[in-house]
């Protein structure tokens, strides 16, 4: 292999773990793609490549494709919710709003109603800026196609992502609340940061103990919250944390990981709240991973 080609992997490996891990809400399965995508470019012949990041985009897109169809059809059969793997994100992930939004558990979870085809598209075009010729060679359709399907997606990101743009500021003042409010008890302060049709998802996986429905409604949750934390509250920690690119909070329970709380904002109140309690899903927030546009 040469200096030139793993040069050029090395450069763009950030980019392309940010390209598989929005496609496929894994960080698991968007490292075995990098994988392969590694083991297809080896045997590339560089003297035919005119654009590598191009080249390796596309190969790294047509894998976790096949792979997205395959985690569709595990995911029939996972145990109660799924949730996106979270990241540890570093803070200048928060400044570039526009990946911040990308990777934001709520963002992944509104992908996660496209069809795998509408995902790439969406994905490669509207976060990476993509030209359509290439997503065309990437997903296998012609160039009107894929300008189809990137209008039909659009349109329904729209209808279902967060309603206006919040910044890291406003985010971590509503995360503040919450953790004040469930910290001291405040039943009143949880409800008056909660959105009256807030929506909790658990994700166990069917190895630990996560709420099995998603719970609707913020009396119900708070309530669910203040129980849950006075049970708990003498061998636990919630702390602050930058997780995808937005604040959240991680729940430690003598010393060790136990769950990932993000949450999805709305005018100023909360409207989704995301616990990732699968132990499997909790490697990537002891240590920050790199997402990039670039």
């Keep these: 292999m040469s200096d030139t080609a793993t040069d050029a992997f090395v450069s763009y490996r950030s980019l392309l773990f ?3 891990y929005e496609m496929l809400g894994s960080a698991a399965d968007a490292e075995d793609v990098l994988q392969e995508t590694w083991l297809r470019w080896s045997g590339v012949d560089l003297g035919v490549v005119q654009d590598q990041r191009a ?11 096949t792979r997205l169809r395959t ?9 109660g919710p799924w949730l996106p793997e979270p990241l540890l994100t570093a803070p ?10 990308s990777v934001s558990m709520a963002m992944l979870l509104v992908l996660e109603t496209l069809t795998p085809t509408e995902r790439a598209v969406f994905v490669l075009r509207e976060v990476f800026d993509v030209e359509y010729e290439e997503i065309a060679e990437a997903v296998g359709k012609t160039q009107a196609a894929v300008r189809q399907i990137a209008h039909r997606a659009r ?20 995360l503040d609340a ?8 405040d039943l009143q302060g949880l409800l008056d940061i909660l959105a009256p049709d807030v929506v909790f998802l658990g994700d166990g996986g069917g190895i630990v103990q996560a709420v099995p429905q998603p719970i609707v409604g913020a009396d119900r949750i708070a309530r669910v919250f203040l129980i849950g934390m006075t049970k708990i509250a003498a061998t636990t920690k919630l702390l602050p944390a930058q997780i995808n690119g937005y604040p959240a909070l991680i729940l430690r329970v003598d010393g060790d990981v136990d769950t990932v709380l993000g949450l999805r904002v709305d005018d100023g109140r909360i ?14 927030v002891s240590q920050e991973t790199a997402v990039t546009r670039l």
């Design 18 to 20: 940010t390209v598989a």
């Design 55 to 65: 080249y390796l985009v596309r190969i790294t897109t047509r894998l976790a494709l």
């Design 71 to 79: 985690l569709r059809r595990r995911k029939e059969s996972y145990v």
């Design 92 to 101: 200048d992930v928060a400044e570039d709003v526009e990946l911040a939004d």
């Design 155 to 174: 349109e329904h990101v729209a209808a279902r992502r967060p309603r206006g743009e919040v910044t890291p500021t406003q985010a971590r003042t509503v």
């Design 178 to 185: 919450f953790h004040r409010a469930v910290e001291t008890g």
């Design 271 to 284: 409207t989704g709240l995301y616990a990732v309690r699968n132990p499997q899903k909790l490697s990537r």
